[in-house]
């Protein structure tokens, strides 16, 4: 059996990554969501982990390949692939081979820590697996939008709500929303 893995702030989560899940749930027989989260809310992670899983959730409700989980930020390294080791290990133990999905891998801060500290996720096999957001953008009013949580972000900030709504998947939207407007 294959696990795919995904590592990533999902905040808030766009059709990006509701394409790249989707795909995941019809390639993999266990998908894994971490979501990288820290302390504290500030502009670039204005959702919490558990506002980010109900939002997952409202287009994957019942989905007995998905597991979301919570990743805690760290300043060390280390100490953050030890608990991603800790938490595939406590979960997984018996799947070998992970499938590590990742966007533009030279910029990709999860990938790269990974690399780096495979040697510490030696009861692991990782299968690097990038998809590119090269032709990942939007088209709204004839302006070009790259897809990104940056760009969601900025939308929501400022209620536009028709731009907005382009970077999201439909069942998620409503959901995404409901949080912004607390």
Do not use: Q
């Not at 995941?24 to 998908?31: D, F, R, S, W, Y």
């Not at 989260?37 to 997952?56: G, R, Y």
């Not at 995404?176 to 407007?181: A, D, E, Q």
């Amino acid at each position: 059996m294959t696990l795919w893995l995904f590592i990533g702030r999902l905040n808030p989560p766009h059709i990006w990554h509701s394409s790249i899940i989707d795909k995941a749930l019809i390639e993999n027989e266990k998908v894994i969501i971490l979501i990288w989260t820290k302390d504290i809310k500030d502009e670039k992670n204005p959702l919490s982990f558990l506002e980010i899983k109900e939002i997952l959730l409202e287009k994957y409700p019942n989905n007995s390949k998905l597991t979301i989980l919570e990743l805690k930020d760290d300043r060390s390294d280390l100490i953050w692939i030890y608990n991603i080791y800790k938490i595939l290990y406590e979960n997984w133990n018996k799947i070998k081979n992970i499938n590590l999905y990742g966007w533009d891998f030279k910029n990709d801060s999860a990938y790269n820590t990974i690399k780096n500290h495979e040697s510490h996720l030696n009861n692991f096999v990782f299968n690097y697996i990038e998809n590119s957001r090269e032709n990942s953008f939007v088209n709204y009013k004839g302006v070009k939008y790259d897809i990104s949580a940056t760009n969601l972000r900025k939308a929501l900030k400022e209620w536009n709500i028709d731009l907005a709504k382009i970077f999201c998947d439909e069942k998620m939207f409503e959901k995404i929303l409901h949080f912004y407007k607390k």
